[in-house]
């Protein structure tokens, strides 16, 4: 956001404070959005995971399916273009299923985006993120692993040599 906005960009980012299945948020929500008459609108909110709870189904659906289907909704009311991102892990082995919960929502928010673009004529855009890291990212990643070897001398072990990765930083 913050380069966008340098390079003189007007951006305008929804947060939540509160839960966004409230009615009401959501009709302001489309308001706010179809008021700024954007040119865009980009869903990048999302909840992963490796937990499968009832609390982080909630979460998983709110801010994938419901948020992304109210800011589909705002993109509509606002004539604009709709951006959103999928995830590989979408793909499974058979590329038939879905590898793990979120991915399932992310693939369930892609029907419902399919409705807005089909039957209502909504411009949408879709970028498919592989293995993300970046800034502030605390997992065991590879570059990241690799970064922390070069400058302590410590071995990576790496599990198969011939495996496939694709990186987004």
């Keep these: 956001?913050?380069?966008l906005v340098h390079e003189g960009?007007?951006?305008r980012n929804i947060g939540r404070q509160m839960s966004i299945l409230e009615p009401q948020r959501a009709s302001e929500i489309v308001s706010e959005i179809k008021a700024f008459d954007p040119k865009f609108v980009v869903h990048l909110a999302a909840h992963q995971t490796t937990l499968h709870n009832g609390a982080s189904i909630v979460k998983v659906l709110e801010s994938g399916v419901v948020l992304g289907s109210i800011m589909l909704?705002?993109?509509l009311a606002a004539n604009a273009t709709f951006l959103t991102t999928g995830s590989y892990w979408q793909h499974g082995p058979d590329d038939s299923s879905s590898n793990v919960f979120y991915a399932s929502a992310k693939?369930?928010?892609h029907e419902l985006s399919n409705f807005y673009r089909v039957k209502?004529?909504?411009s949408i855009r879709e970028?498919?993120?592989f293995d993300n890291y970046g800034p502030g990212d605390n997992r065991q990643k590879l570059l990241p692993s690799l970064l922390r070897a070069t400058m302590t001398g410590e071995k990576v072990s790496l599990r198969r040599s011939d495996a496939l990765i694709n990186l987004t930083y």
Aim: cysteine-free; overall charge neutral.
């Design 120 to 122: 209502l004529g909504l």
């Design 127 to 129: 970028i498919t993120l």
């Design 9 to 11: 960009y007007s951006v």
């Design 1 to 3: 956001i913050r380069r």
């Design 107 to 109: 693939d369930a928010f």
């Design 73 to 75: 909704e705002a993109a």
